[in-house]
């Protein structure tokens, strides 16, 4: 099946830093992935959607210029939460989808972001 | 506008035989999948029905009616490694997925 990967599992970082977590396709190419965040007890929210060489479409109530995100080729996008806060702190979580097949998203396997 | 509903909650027995209903309204419709999400780790994919009727994959089954926008999830000889949530998501007429806010399954000895 698909591989999806991202980097880092887990971060911790102080309160104003910056913080980029990569999500890359291994044996596909992507033109869609998407940027989740997950909260303790509580279901997937979806952020952003981001395409291969355009503009990420973010959700509503999600702010663009604090999570910045760059799809830069068809097996790579990353988002950066700039000027962390403790709020921020999640689980957030990756996902490809593959263009054939059924058009479902894979998972890459999530990155617990703590800031201090 | 868009929704799923699941049970927040469930409890079975190892052994036995369980069905986590979903139910939806969504704009369009492309498609029903279930994850399987462990605590503290990112959702696997289990199945995709789009059309009506049962999907069986070895000890899981997902029926799916278009008609009524109710699917179901039927998991069999559970195991205590089928402890996790599970998550409803649609696909919309936009190919996006619109999730449920998943069931959490306790599997009792």
């Known amino acids: 099946g698909a591989v999806v990967s991202q980097h880092p599992s887990w971060v911790i970082c102080k309160s104003g830093t910056s913080v980029k977590i990569e999500c890359r396709s291994l044996d596909f190419q992507a033109t869609t992935m998407f940027w989740y965040r997950q909260f303790p007890k509580q279901s997937l929210m979806l952020m952003a959607t981001?395409?291969?060489?355009?503009?990420?479409?973010?959700e509503q109530g999600v702010e663009k210029d604090k999570f910045l995100i760059n799809h830069a080729s068809l097996t790579l996008s990353t988002l950066t939460v700039t000027s962390a806060h403790p709020e921020d702190s999640s689980f957030y979580i990756c996902s490809a989808r593959d263009g054939g097949g059924y058009n479902e998203q894979f998972f890459g396997p999530g990155t617990r972001l703590t800031v201090l | 506008g868009q929704n799923i509903d699941q049970p927040t909650e469930m409890t079975a027995t190892e052994g036995a035989i369980v069905q986590i209903n979903c139910t939806y309204q969504?704009?369009?419709?492309?498609?029903l999948f279930w994850y399987q999400q462990h605590a503290g780790e990112a959702p696997t994919f289990l199945s995709y029905n789009v059309l009506d009727g049962l999907e069986e994959k070895g000890r899981f089954s997902s029926f799916l009616s278009r008609s009524k926008g109710y699917s179901y999830l039927l998991l069999k000889e559970l195991q205590m490694k089928d402890s996790a949530s599970y998550l409803c998501a649609c696909m919309d007429s936009n190919y996006q997925l619109i999730w449920g806010a998943g069931t959490k399954l306790i599997i009792k000895p």
């Open positions: 981001s395409n291969e060489g355009s503009k990420a479409t973010y």
């Open positions: 969504t704009s369009g419709f492309n498609g």
